[in-house]
């Protein structure tokens, strides 16, 4: 089955580690404001909460009132994170078993870039056309979402 992939890459001048910060205080999620059709985040609260991040589920209410839940997969402080969306309430749920975005960060000199990778998984080839739409409603979402983080006070 075809997995559809995008990529979002932005400017920092934030320090990762604030990043990183954040994205542990779930405060912050409700930054993501979607994008027309496709929501926002409304609201977040961990499910398990481990002490190394990874292992930890974020259950997510949306501003449609959609849910999914989010798994971080892998927590390379400074460096990358992997995370797993999925549980997704339907109508998501019927055309895709999951997302994997991963967080990675380039440096040289001193720039530094954020990028955020998306892979979706289609439940079925029909599903192909919706999810297509999706990728495209999430990238300039992603897109605005990336370039709100990096308009936040640089470190």
């Not at 999620?29 to 499910?47: C, D, N």
């Not at 798994?71 to 549980?87: G, M």
């Not at 439940?123 to 409603?137: G, S």
């Amino acid at each position: 089955m075809r997995i559809l992939r995008f990529v979002c890459e932005t400017p920092i001048k934030m320090g990762v580690e604030t990043i990183f910060e954040k994205i542990q205080n779930l405060e912050n999620w409700t930054s993501f404001k979607g994008y027309g059709p496709l929501p926002g985040i409304r609201k977040t609260e961990y499910a398990v909460k481990t002490n190394g991040i990874t292992g930890s589920v974020v259950q997510v209410e949306n501003t449609d009132g959609s849910r999914h839940t989010e798994s971080f997969l892998e927590w390379i402080p400074e460096q990358k994170i992997v995370i797993k969306l999925s549980d997704f309430s339907s109508p998501l749920s019927k055309l895709s078993t999951h997302f994997i975005e991963t967080w990675s960060f380039l440096s040289s000199g001193d720039s530094r870039l954020m990028r955020r990778e998306f892979e979706l998984y289609p439940k079925h080839f029909m599903a192909l056309p919706f999810l297509w739409i999706i990728a495209q409603l999430m990238k300039k979402a992603v897109n605005r979402h990336s370039a709100f983080i990096a308009s936040q006070t640089s470190i």
